[in-house]
C-alpha cells in the first residue's frame, strides 16, 4: 500500500507582506527624521543699493571681483614698500589681474583701470553687456567693491555712499549663508 502525501508549497503571500511592511516602516522612521532634522533655507535680502556676489553678478563680473579681492594682498604690500598705492600700469606689469591686459581681461569686459584719488581703483568696462563697470575703494582690511551697469559712465568726482548710490552704483557684498555654503556640525 502506498501512500502519497502532498506537500503544499509555503505561501509566499505573508513573508512577501511582512518585508514590506518592514520595508514602509523604515521608510517612514526615516522620512520623519528627515523632516525633523531638516532645515529652511532662509535667502537674506540685501538693500536695494546692494548687490550679492553670488547671486547678482554675471560670470565675468564675479571673475573680476574675484581677482580684485586676491589682488588685494598685493596691493597692500606695494602700498606698504612705496609708501602710495601702487598704479594700475604698475600691477599690470606685475601681471596682477585684473589690472594686466590678456584674453581673459578683455573676455571679462576689457575695463580700463585708473587711480582716483586718495584711494580707489575704476574699472571702466569697454563692454557693459558683458560686464559693469568696477570701482574698489582699498580701506584699512577689506576692499569696498561697487557696480554700476551703465553705458560711456564718467569717473565719479566724490567716493562718498551715497554720492555713489545716487550715481547708480551699487555696493557688491558677500552674504554667507546656508543656501552657498554647507554647514557641518561635529
Known sequence: MSTTQV?????????????????????????????????SQE???????????????????QGIYADLRVTLDEIQLLQQEQNALPTPEQLAEEGFAPFAQDASSVSRGDHRWQLLAPSAYLGLSQAPATSGSLLMRVHDGEP?????????LAP?????????????????????D?????????
Open 156 to 176: 565719479p568726482s566724490d567716493l562718498t555712499d551715497p554720492v555713489l548710490i545716487a550715481a547708480g552704483w551699487k555696493q557688491v557684498v558677500t552674504q554667507f
Open 43 to 61: 535667502v537674506a535680502a540685501v538693500p536695494s543699493h546692494q548687490l550679492d556676489a553670488r547671486r547678482d553678478l554675471s560670470a565675468a563680473e
Open 144 to 152: 569696498d567693491v561697487w557696480l554700476n551697469r551703465q553705458a560711456n
Open 178 to 186: 546656508a543656501g552657498v555654503t554647507r554647514q557641518h556640525r561635529h
Open 7 to 39: 506537500v503544499r508549497p509555503a505561501g509566499a503571500g505573508h513573508e512577501t507582506l511582512y518585508v514590506l511592511l518592514l520595508c514602509l516602516i523604515i521608510l517612514a522612521v526615516a522620512g520623519s527624521v528627515i523632516a525633523l532634522h531638516g532645515e
